[in-house]
């Protein structure tokens, strides 16, 4: 099952996925992409003027062409997935997107979405982390017995 997940470039929610036997889908393997690219002129902005256009899926002209740009990159990462995991609330360092507002646009699509998904506050402690961790499990657990 592919899962995606928000931040939706967390390596540690990205791991545990992973560990699960689920593939994550992570704006790491998509961007890979786009370096790789001989076609995108300037990594590792990663950017093209194209994206911007088709993030009017995702927001209206008014939104910043930055948050266009990300949603461009991160939408169809979503809309991909069979299932989604979030953690909100989390600190920059766990997996900063670098917009507040395209965060806002992520979890709004996230929420409104008809795929399965989990979303958790960020974790405080230890022991709120394993019970995070084993909420997660959990509903990937279900998820397989859903196929």
Not at 26 to 50: A, F, G, H, Q
Not at 58 to 86: H, M, Q, T
Request: hydrophobic content about 40%; aromatic content about 6%.
């Amino acid at each position: 099952m592919k899962v995606a997940i928000f931040p939706p470039n967390s390596l540690i929610l990205a791991d545990l996925i992973e560990r699960s036997g689920h593939e994550p889908l992570t704006i790491m393997k998509e961007l890979s992409v786009r370096v790789r690219d001989p076609e995108i002129d300037s990594p590792p902005l990663n950017i093209t003027p194209e994206d911007s256009s088709r993030g009017l899926k995702y927001a209206s002209a008014e939104a910043p062409s930055g948050v266009r740009g990300r949603l461009a990159v991160f939408g169809p990462i979503y809309e991909e997935a069979d299932a989604i995991v979030a953690l909100k609330n989390s600190p920059i360092s766990f997996g900063c997107l670098g917009c507040a507002r395209t965060n806002e646009f992520l979890l709004y699509m996230i929420h409104s979405s008809k795929k399965p998904h989990i979303i958790l506050e960020y974790p405080s402690s230890e022991e709120e982390t394993i019970c995070i961790v084993r909420e997660i499990l959990d509903f990937l657990k279900r998820m397989d017995n859903n196929d």
